[in-house]
């Protein structure tokens, strides 16, 4: 166990977790970014497809409000781990 303790208080350590979660953080981002081209994909067969244009804007604003909170979020979360890094990384 004390060695569990000496590799978690390395610097390289934190280094190593701050770019696992900007990893992990980034391919959530992707994702839900390809959700909402899917989406956009859809609302231009849709409209190729002379479907009620009331849908059409329906779902473009939920593509747009998606793909917005997705970019907030993915942001947040890049600053708050640079934050939470530097942090660790100034307890040391």
Do not use: P
Not at 31 to 60: M, P, Q, R, T
């Amino acid at each position: 166990m004390s060695d569990e303790n000496g590799i978690k208080n390395r610097w390289w350590y934190h280094l190593y977790k701050f770019f696992v979660h900007i990893l992990l953080g980034t391919l959530i981002f992707i994702l839900i970014a390809f959700a909402a081209w899917g989406l956009s994909c859809l609302v231009h067969f849709f409209e190729s497809a002379n479907v009620d244009g009331f849908i059409c804007i329906v779902l473009k604003i939920v593509e747009y409000i998606l793909f917005v909170a997705d970019v907030i979020c993915f942001i947040i979360f890049i600053i708050w781990s640079v934050v939470k890094f530097w942090r660790e990384l100034w307890e040391q």
